[in-house]
């Protein structure tokens, strides 16, 4: 089943505290991003990647950084998390191949909290 | 710089009536696209419909339809006959139009909540 992974589903943790929110798409897609969903402000995108080893900042990416070693993975990690960082984030995938007007595949979101 | 404007934040209707989520955009770009995802209570993120800026076609899926207009950077989405399973979060979003197209700029979001 095509699908993007996104691992863990909740997360609480505490100020400071690095962590990593594994995502992972089995669509052989060359794009992935991440979002950050908070009420009343719609979904914004943190970062995206075009291709292995290509990555760019997209509206919010203060706080937090990715990378692209593998195709199929594009980890989000925030080195020191603030409690403004508390958010539900998806990471989403699509081919390259239409550029903007694929649509994207979502996964099912990461509710972060960081006391 | 992209924007997307989804000016109404809750919209409250009755099972069976008809409901229009309006979106207004506003991108530089003489090329690009428009998307609408639903995100029911269940949380995940859905695509319904894309729609590139060539083509101003309305478009019909069941009761679903959508009406593009470039004239006035719409890109509006009515529900007929609306159902409780119609109950959710409708964002309409914007991309770029090239195959290095990295970008993408979300409406805030309309919540819809369809009451039996």
């Known amino acids: 089943e095509a699908q993007v992974t996104q691992n863990p589903r909740y997360l609480i943790t505490v100020t400071g505290k690095k962590l990593t929110v594994t995502c992972s798409q089995n669509m052989n897609h060359e794009y992935m991003s991440w979002y950050r969903q908070d009420p009343g402000l719609g979904l914004r995108q943190i970062y995206y990647s075009m291709n292995v080893e290509v990555t760019d900042k997209g509206d919010v990416p203060e706080g937090y950084k990715v990378s692209r070693k593998e195709k199929r993975n594009f980890p989000l990690i925030l080195e020191s998390p603030s409690p403004n960082q508390t958010s539900l984030y998806f990471c989403?995938?699509?081919?390259?191949?239409?550029?903007?007007?694929?649509?994207?595949?979502f996964g099912s979101g990461t509710q972060l909290s960081v006391l | 710089a992209q924007k997307v404007t989804q000016a109404q934040t809750e919209i409250s209707v009755v099972e069976k009536e008809d409901v229009t989520l309006d979106c207004v955009y506003e991108?530089?770009?003489?090329?690009?696209?428009l998307f609408w995802y639903k995100q029911p209570p269940s949380g995940e993120l859905v695509f319904l419909i894309r729609?590139?800026?060539?083509?101003?076609q309305n478009e019909i899926s069941g009761r679903y339809s959508w009406n593009f207009q470039k004239s006035t950077s719409s890109f509006n989405f009515t529900i007929t006959a609306s159902q409780v399973v119609d109950s959710a979060v409708y964002f309409c979003?914007?991309?770029?139009?090239?195959?290095?197209?990295?970008?993408?700029?979300f409406g805030d979001g309309t919540t819809l909540t369809v009451k039996p």
């Open positions: 991108t530089r770009d003489t090329t690009y696209y």
């Open positions: 989403a995938s699509r081919t390259r191949l239409g550029g903007g007007g694929e649509k994207l595949f």
């Open positions: 979003a914007l991309s770029e139009d090239n195959t290095n197209a990295g970008k993408s700029t």
């Open positions: 729609r590139n800026s060539f083509d101003e």
